[in-house]
């Protein structure tokens, strides 16, 4: 009969050993943290333009499109792929990076934007050209 109170005391010792190596002290995780965010800031501040770049598109059939890429919000985000604000005939949207076979795309539940090596495409969500043949003409 005493083995069993015994044992309890045994496993609560036990547990108690086990939880305090467990432990990691609240400075220590801290810093881990703000140095893994600081050089995660300094990297993308590095590859990412600080502000905003603008390009305007020339396209066939005569339409503009303005293209920005939020380079602040993505450095904000911790992100290396910033999204971009596309606007067409005052239209604006905002589209997010898409994985790409080739060149940069970007895509949103309407618009998708493929940016490939010497022009751009732009279509709608089913896949209709709205405009193509697009090329950069002027940068801010």
Known sequence: ???????????????????????????????????????GSTALNKTLPERNTTHLY??????QIKVTALN???????????????TLNGISQHLQPVVSDSGKRYA???????????SAVLSNSLGEVIASGCKVEQTD
């Open 1 to 39: 009969m005493r083995l069993i109170p015994m044992m309890k005391k045994g496993l609560f010792g036990c547990i108690i050993i086990l939880l305090s190596g467990c432990h990691t002290p609240i400075g220590t995780h801290n810093n881990l943290t703000s140095q893994q965010s600081t050089s």
């Open 58 to 63: 020339y396209c066939d059939d005569n339409i």
């Open 72 to 86: 602040a919000s993505a450095i904000k985000q911790h992100s290396k792929n910033p999204s971009i604000q596309l």
């Open 108 to 118: 949103n539940i309407q618009w998708n934007w493929w940016e490939r090596a010497e």
